[in-house]
């Protein structure tokens, strides 16, 4: 039995992003990398968003995030 994965991310700058969206980019990169990880789908409680680019923002981290661990996760078997 696999042991379940944890992934800490302590800080995470975006420049050109607005920093009131900051908890809504969050919650989404959350949820989309459980998703992406066999979580399945994680309510996405609708945080305010002051972008219509959240969702995409969040979308490319979550990717990019599942990438590099999947890469090295393959690399260490």
């Keep these: 039995m696999n042991a379940p994965l944890r992934i800490r991310i302590d800080r995470l700058v975006l420049h050109g992003v607005d920093p009131r969206d900051r908890d809504a980019i969050g919650e989404a990169v959350r949820a989309e990398l459980s998703r992406m990880f066999g979580g399945g789908e994680v309510p996405n409680e609708a945080m ?27 690399r260490v078997r």
């Design 48 to 74: 305010p968003s002051h972008s219509r680019d959240v969702s995409n923002i969040s979308r490319q981290i979550a990717q990019a995030t599942h990438g590099a661990v999947t890469k090295e996760t393959d």
